[in-house]
């Protein structure tokens, strides 16, 4: 089983349309990717922190998944992981066993609540 990295804004996109789990620290996206295998990536925006602090939050981030996703991972999906404010200061453990929680809740299809759609007039900033 390969686990890769997600690079392409599509990607990431299309992650975006899929099983949205939020967490005090996180927010897991979830895709079925049409037989790509295990796939993941990591956003973490500029409203979060400096560059250190994103990076560092980005590292925790990446060993998380790394850790989980070969024994709890969704087979054949996408996972995307989009940091929180809090996220960067919570507990390693802590974080661990929400991610614990979020795959399993996506492996079940459970979700939130979709988000309502932008308003027509504004646009997405690139």
């Known amino acids: 089983m390969t ?7 599509a990607d990431f996109l299309a992650a975006n349309r899929g099983l949205r789990n939020a967490r005090p620290g996180f927010v897991l996206l979830t895709r079925p990717n049409d037989g790509r295998g295990i796939r993941f990536g990591i956003t973490v925006t500029k409203k979060i922190g400096n560059a250190v602090v994103r990076n560092r939050m980005k590292r ?4 998380l998944l790394r850790d989980a996703l070969p ?3 969704l087979p054949d999906h996408d996972h995307v992981l989009i940091g929180r404010e809090g996220g960067v200061e919570r507990d390693f453990a802590r974080l661990r066993l929400e991610l614990h929680h979020a795959l399993a809740d996506a492996a079940a299809g459970k ?11 504004q646009q997405v900033r690139r």
């Open 111 to 121: 979700g939130d609540k979709a988000r309502s759609p932008r308003p027509r007039g």
């Open 60 to 63: 925790r981030f990446r060993e």
């Open 3 to 9: 686990i890769s990295v997600l690079t392409r804004r």
């Open 71 to 73: 024994t709890e991972g």
